[in-house]
């Protein structure tokens, strides 16, 4: 019987390691992805807040002051507590309509997200 001698392919050793390396890339990408997407969750609560303002402003037939002051967003004599720090304000006529078009940026940790409001309809989106 003679000496069998394989050199083409993995060893099973090779191949745990490669496949220990995936894994480990793998369960660190969701990681680093919530991270980044946890400044769209807060610009997105931003701007349902600030939706909210506006068809209250249409409901009700009267302007809708809302200020954004740090962590705090005041409006309609309620006070909300924002997860980021944003400067500005906003006011909404009676027909929905802004005073003036304006871009919100709010800062969080490391991230940076801003907010479009236009003129005409009132109509916000996140950037």
Excluded at 91 to 108: E, K, M, W, Y
């Amino acid at each position: 019987m003679g000496k069998h001698s394989y050199s083409d392919g993995f060893t099973l050793i090779e191949m745990l390691v490669v496949l220990f390396v995936i894994v480990l890339c793998m369960m660190l990408f969701p990681l680093m992805h919530i991270r980044r997407q946890g400044m769209g969750i807060k610009m997105a609560s931003l701007y349902e807040h600030l939706q909210y303002a506006q068809t209250m402003a249409m409901r009700h037939g009267k302007e809708i002051q809302v200020t954004m002051n740090n962590d705090e967003l005041h409006y309609a004599d309620q006070v909300f507590k924002l997860e980021m720090r944003c400067q500005g304000e906003v006011l909404f006529h009676p027909n929905g309509n802004v005073d003036r078009a304006r871009t919100i940026t709010c800062h969080s940790a490391a991230h940076q997200g801003s907010l479009v409001i236009q003129l005409g309809s009132g109509r916000m989106y996140v950037r």
